[in-house]
């Protein structure tokens, strides 16, 4: 079990302030995200919308689709959801839409991607710790064909100062350095589509994660979270800030659960850089230890990760090649 105390190790910060937003700065969202059939399918049924040319591929194509039409809001929801890491993710809640056209259908097996234009920005009169901005936003499919277009306003919270904040990192092998301990800004509370839903899905039939009667007189008193979800959440929290440069997973080792973990835990990640280690130049296995951590401070998960990464000096020629090569292809069409 862990001795460490990662509650006081500086915090990688998320998300954006209401001073990054200049009228007329573009963000490019970095996300793209596939729509699969099944999305659309678990989207329109939950949202209750049957129009049937969303899930019925024999109506859609009567109506003059190759197939099934992916429900509008759902593109709507998910460019949107591409954006909030840039734009609102700090928080502020969303205030409204407008100018929200849909350009063209999409259908299940496109990729979509996002870019906003900050159109407006403004303090707020009535609350000085926050701003008012609009977005436009425009969701294309991998054709760079523009599927959507829409403004939204949210609050932004204005810069605080804080202490003990950690460089974000690129997730190149020389960013990480042997030592070093920082906290993940996300969290996430377990709710029943981890005890059940995720549970089941995986096929795992241990029924004191999904029942409540088997867990009655139990020392636990009731369900508990099945430990390889809580691991891939510890490792997914920390995901972002250590795996943008990852080129596969090597493997886990040291895996515990010092404490269980219930419906209704809120659930953070910390992580420790054990080891980097070169393989050649565009290569290096990178060895990390991330902590789960619930809402009182207790570490919940522990896992040594290994996995491996590219270095910055192969991106940087990788980039040189990509110029070299399109000078010459510049230079051959003229």
Known sequence: MTTLDPTDWPLIPRGTAFEDHVIGRVFDHHWGRTVHGSDNISFTTQTLAFNPIYFNRDAAEAAGHPSEVVNPLLVFDVVFGLSVEDLSEAGGPFLGADKVEYLRDV??????????????????????DVGIVTWQTVGRVSSGEPVISFQRTNLVRRRAEHAGLATVLDGFAEDFVVGARF???????????????????????ASG????????????????????????LTIGLATQDTSGQAIREVGLDDVRFPVPVRHGDSIGAATEVLAVEPIDHDRAIVTLRHLGINQLGDVVCEATRRLQVHTRSAAADSASIGTDHNATASTISL
Do not use: C, K
Request: net charge negative; charged share 20%.
């Open 209 to 232: 994660h999904f029942s409540e009667q088997e867990m009655i007189g139990s020392p636990f008193g009731e369900r508990i979270n099945f430990g390889g979800l809580t691991l891939a």
């Open 183 to 205: 906290r993940h800004a996300r969290t996430r509370t377990i709710t029943d589509l981890d005890l059940n839903g995720l549970t089941l899905l995986v096929m795992n039939t």
């Open 107 to 128: 259908y299940p097996g496109q990729t979509l991607s996002a870019t906003s234009t900050v159109v407006d920005a403004r303090t707020s009169e009535s609350r000085p």
